[in-house]
């Protein structure tokens, strides 16, 4: 085999929860309940007062009203465990687009727990009468385009995933409001953790529509929630692709060929990683992409390719073709 071409494919695994096509029964709940509908974990909660009425649709859609509530919560998500951190999840992500019509408090947000600490967080995309959460603010983040202020406050003996406890609650509630967009929740976890708010291990990621001594109703008409894979550096712009380094004419296969030594790449994302200045080693490959040696002298007798791989997945799998 002389002068073949090899082309590399790199597929990296992801959890993405979707919205499937087969037709759903459309479930109605108006008191109190927890369960598993369409691959989505959900929850409709209130206290004393009011009346509410949740309509679970397909994945994680769905639709909510409330009348003269208390305090109310429906959302739709995943109940992850609390056995993972977030950096061992992966990149987390949710795309959304909800008709949201608040009359008084209410917020729409990302909800969830973590545990070892206890932890409630929230991040805010829209909210009624009033901003939450009324304390001052730990400075502003930039994610997804927006600002947003972080918080922390802290609950005293009260209602937790573990029972009356005393528990810290973090925020990002952004500057103007948005209902559809996408999320990068996993930037938000990061940035929190760099002004001291540790994160424990993810119990819970959801979409929530909360209201409070309010009124109000919500169609979920988008939700998708994607967990795992990896992603840049967050809040950091991706460095400008580098041109490959062009290698002599004519390579031997019985020599180490390094992967930033590629003559041609079809791929959006990937990039020279390492700390040398010709790199040491490709990343951030997505499904699809490729790259591709040329001139690769086999010679005669090769019986076998070894190549070397690294991947970040804490579970799952990554699949590389190969071909000659």
């Known amino acids: 085999m002389k002068q073949r071409s090899l082309t590399f494919f790199a597929l990296v695994l992801s959890l993405v929860v979707i919205s499937v096509s087969v037709a759903l029964a459309q479930t109605v709940i108006t008191s109190n309940q927890t369960g598993t509908h369409d691959g989505y974990d959900y929850e409709f909660w209130k206290d004393e007062g009011g009346s509410g009425r949740m309509t679970l649709k397909s994945g994680g859609a769905f639709s909510c009203e409330w009348n003269n509530v ?26 959304f687009d909800v008709n949201y019509n ?10 969830g727990w973590t545990k070892s600490p206890l932890v409630e967080y929230y991040i805010v995309e829209s909210w009624g009468s009033w901003r939450p959460p009324g304390a001052s603010s730990m400075g502003t983040i930039t994610v997804d385009g927006g600002s947003y202020d972080v918080y922390r406050t802290t609950r005293v003996n009260q209602p937790s995933i573990e029972g009356t406890s005393t528990f810290d609650q973090y925020w990002s509630v952004r ?26 291990k993810i119990y819970e990621v959801a979409l929530c529509v909360e209201g409070y ?13 994607t967990i795992g894979g990896g992603s840049p550096p967050p809040t950091q712009p991706p460095p400008t692709q580098p041109p490959p380094t062009q290698p002599p004419g ?75």
């Open 175 to 200: 500057t103007s409001k948005r209902t559809s967009g996408t999320i990068s929740i996993s930037q938000h976890f990061n940035a929190w953790e760099s002004r001291g708010l540790q994160m424990g």
């Open 70 to 95: 208390n305090n109310i919560l429906f959302r739709k998500g995943r109940k992850l465990g609390a056995s993972q951190t977030h950096q061992q999840l992966g990149n987390i992500s949710m795309s």
């Open 250 to 324: 004519s390579r031997s296969a019985f020599s180490t060929i390094q992967a930033e030594d590629y003559n041609s790449v079809s791929s959006s994302t990937l990039q020279v990683i390492g700390g040398t200045p010709s790199g040491s080693g490709i990343g951030y490959i997505e499904s699809g992409d490729y790259v591709t040696y040329r001139n690769i002298d086999f010679g005669s007798g090769a019986t076998s390719f070894r190549a070397v791989v690294a991947s970040g997945l804490s579970s799952g799998s990554t699949n590389i073709e190969i071909r000659l």
């Open 102 to 111: 608040p009359a008084g408090n209410s917020y729409l947000c990302v909800y």
């Open 213 to 225: 001594q309010s009124s109000g109703n919500a169609d979920v008409r988008t939700h998708v929630l």
